[in-house]
């Protein structure tokens, strides 16, 4: 089955700077790749997601991108505020069945 | 939009002992799925259910989970008899539309089961 990877578990920035969280997958067949934020006490919600038929997609702050070849991808959040500190977690779908997510990262932006 | 309901909201139960937890959709959500989410890690996949019919089951551990979706909509999630590392979050989620194609998770806040 799919297995993802998500890098790194926690991350701290300053209000303002960007941060960049990284995963990888190892089904080629899945096609979906979504990005959740979970706040405390909530249930992930989804901020962004890309199909394997885009390279690149982006809403306002937040971007992701995705490498088919090397079977990665990754979110960028720019100009980062402190309302942006959650735990992210990437996932990964081949498409008709059930995500597998990442383990997640918990972001702490500070400021 | 009414997003997905669950309840009860926290549980705190013994070792043996049994539990349900409840969830509601949204409102024409054709796929349903119960996950479980411990503490430090990523939600895992129990039960997916396309309308009332099971689609993926694999990871439910069925000695002691069993999950229903009458009438495609509402679902109940048991646990009997509980362990102690059945202690986590349970989340429930609905997709629209059916089948197939990639679709996009709506979650509820969960229930916290704690198993003392």
């Known amino acids: 089955g799919e297995n993802v990877e998500q890098h790194p578990s926690t991350l701290s920035v300053q209000e303002g700077d960007s941060a960049v969280i990284k995963c990888t997958y190892s089904?080629?067949?899945?096609?979906?790749f979504p990005w959740y934020k979970q706040e405390l006490g909530k249930g992930p919600q989804l901020i962004i997601d890309?199909?394997?038929?885009?390279g690149e997609k982006k809403d306002q702050r937040i971007a992701v991108t995705l490498n088919k070849t090397a079977k990665h991808f990754s979110l960028h959040i720019t100009e980062t505020q402190p309302e942006d500190s959650a735990v992210y977690f990437c996932?990964?779908?081949?498409?008709?069945?059930?995500?597998?997510f990442g383990k997640g990262t918990s972001l702490l932006v500070t400021p | 939009e009414a997003g997905v309901a669950q309840s009860p909201r926290y549980k705190i139960i013994e070792k043996r002992q049994s539990v349900a937890f409840w969830c509601n959709p949204i409102?024409?959500?054709?796929?349903l799925y119960w996950y479980q989410q411990i503490l430090g890690q990523g939600p895992k996949l129990l039960i997916q259910?396309?309308?009332?019919?099971?689609?993926?089951d694999s990871q439910l551990p069925k000695d002691r989970f069993s999950a229903e979706r009458l009438k495609g909509v509402d679902s109940t999630l048991k646990i009997q008899p509980a362990k102690l590392e059945d202690s986590a979050v349970y989340l429930c989620?609905?997709?629209?539309?059916?089948?197939?194609?990639?679709?996009?998770?709506?979650f509820g806040s969960g229930t916290q089961l704690s198993v003392l």
């Open positions: 409102s024409g959500h054709a796929t």
């Open positions: 989620a609905s997709s629209f539309p059916s089948g197939g194609t990639n679709e996009k998770l709506f």
């Open positions: 089904d080629s067949a899945s096609n979906y």
């Open positions: 890309i199909r394997s038929n885009v």
């Open positions: 259910f396309q309308n009332n019919g099971v689609v993926d």
């Open positions: 996932a990964a779908s081949p498409g008709g069945y059930a995500l597998n």
